[in-house]
């Protein structure tokens, strides 16, 4: 059910597909979408959340693997494994942000959920940055709000999607780019 809505968000847009569209794409009885999600944006709020973590394991973000594995690791390292994490999280949801993007200007829950979305990627952000400014000393001039700013920019989804989709580079060059960046932006030379 989730595939088939996301595939008719992508085709036709979030606002655009009823939930009865939905669930004769997925070939279930409107009323099974209705008890399992309860709503068109409980559903897209599920695809979201599946999407950024992999599985369906209610683990937040911050408890998942490669955080503990990023922040275990050597400053350099951290920024790769941050890098990576955020290119496998983004070749998963970025049609669902796309999807969401169009929608929070014609709809005011799709809005307050892509600022959601937008909160929990700045709160992942400035842990692995406070993490990182306590194993190293960051580039000369350079705060941990300054390098928050720095890690979000340089890892938006519109910045994947530019590059990636319009842009043609592969999600790995896209990776090593932000890692490379973020190497030379937070740390000393």
Do not use: C
Not at 36 to 52: N, P, Q
Not at 169 to 177: D, G, K, L, M, V
Request: glycine share 4%.
């Amino acid at each position: 059910m989730r595939r088939a809505a996301l595939d008719l968000f992508v085709e036709q847009g979030y606002v655009a597909s009823s939930m009865q569209a939905i669930a004769r794409r997925a070939g279930v009885a409107v009323q099974t979408l209705y008890f399992t999600f309860g709503t068109k944006r409980a559903l897209l709020t599920e695809i979201l959340d599946t999407a950024v973590a992999g599985d369906d394991d209610p683990v937040p973000t911050l408890e998942r693997p490669w955080v503990a594995r990023a922040l275990a690791a050597e400053p350099v390292e951290q920024l790769r494994l941050q890098a990576r994490a955020a290119r496998e999280i983004y070749e998963r949801v970025a049609p669902v942000l796309a999807v969401m993007r169009g929608a929070a200007s014609a709809d005011p829950e799709i809005a307050e959920l892509w600022e959601t979305n937008n909160a929990q990627r700045a709160t992942v952000q400035n842990h692995l940055i406070e993490a990182l400014a306590g194993k190293t000393t960051l580039r000369a001039g350079m705060d941990t709000t300054t390098a928050v700013d720095i890690a979000l920019a340089l890892q938006t989804p519109e910045t994947y999607q530019f590059l990636t989709a319009r842009r043609g580079w592969s999600p790995e060059r896209w990776e090593h780019w932000v890692a490379d960046a973020l190497t030379t932006q937070l740390l000393p030379a």
